[in-house]
């Protein structure tokens, strides 16, 4: 079946710090990948997505590769900055049914 | 601009008494999602509609009703025979299979 696995939480880093959330997962078939983020007390947002293999996504300094042969999808951003606090969702889009698998969030707090 | 609306943002209700969250989207997407969201837990799937008049279960659909008479419009019922309602409630929609899911910012449900 599909699944997906993030590393817990939570996770403190100070401003310019390098950031990895590490994701793998599992799946049938040809899946898509997503990192979203989530604010407190609002709605997920897309942060950056791949399609298929070797892919790599990027948005606002993060950037995350799409790795088949480790079944993983680590998010990584270079130097954070405190408005990077927030909760980071890996999530794997299934190619039949358009059903949509969730890790369990990484919290992500940045002091200054 | 396109997006989805929940509403209202918070919600308060007696034990006992059923309850209606609205979710309203002008993305012209088929697919629509309701999930549920719980303090330090990731995104459980109540229900999900691919069409028009058709919907199907999730993980934990007990308790929870839906209708979809209109692309637009996914409404979720919490009924009293849900045993834990208070929670974070998002609405989702998709187009196409494996396109990213876009979120509303939520209903925080309240049961007292």
């Known amino acids: 079946g599909n699944s997906v696995t993030q590393m817990e939480g939570p996770v403190t880093l100070s401003e310019e710090a390098f950031l990895t959330i590490n994701c793998t997962y599992t799946a049938t078939g040809y899946p898509s990948l997503f990192w979203y983020v989530q604010y407190p007390g609002e709605g997920l947002q897309l942060l950056l997505k791949?399609?298929?293999?070797?892919d790599k996504g990027s948005n606002k300094g993060f950037e995350a590769t799409y790795r088949k042969e480790t079944t993983s999808f680590h998010l990584e951003k270079g130097s954070v900055q405190v408005s990077d606090s927030a909760v980071y969702f890996c999530?794997?889009?299934?190619?039949?049914?358009?059903?949509?698998?969730f890790g369990t969030g990484t919290s992500l707090t940045v002091i200054p | 601009d396109g997006g989805i609306t929940q509403s209202p943002k918070y919600l308060f209700r007696k034990e006992g008494q059923n309850v209606t969250l609205s979710c309203e989207q002008n993305?012209?997407?088929?697919?629509m999602y309701w999930y549920r969201q719980d303090p330090g837990q990731g995104l459980r799937l109540i229900y999900y509609s691919q069409i028009v008049n058709d919907f199907q279960k999730g993980d934990i659909a007990e308790g929870y009703s839906v209708s979809r008479e209109k692309k637009e419009s996914f409404p979720l019922t919490v009924t009293s025979a849900q045993k834990n309602p208070t929670a974070f409630y998002l609405c989702?929609?998709?187009?196409?299979?494996?396109?990213?899911?876009?979120f509303g910012n939520g209903t925080r449900l309240t049961v007292t």
């Open positions: 989702a929609s998709s187009t196409f299979e494996n396109s990213p899911l876009h």
């Open positions: 993305l012209n997407h088929d697919a």
């Open positions: 791949a399609t298929k293999a070797d």
């Open positions: 999530a794997l889009g299934s190619n039949t049914g358009n059903q949509f698998y």
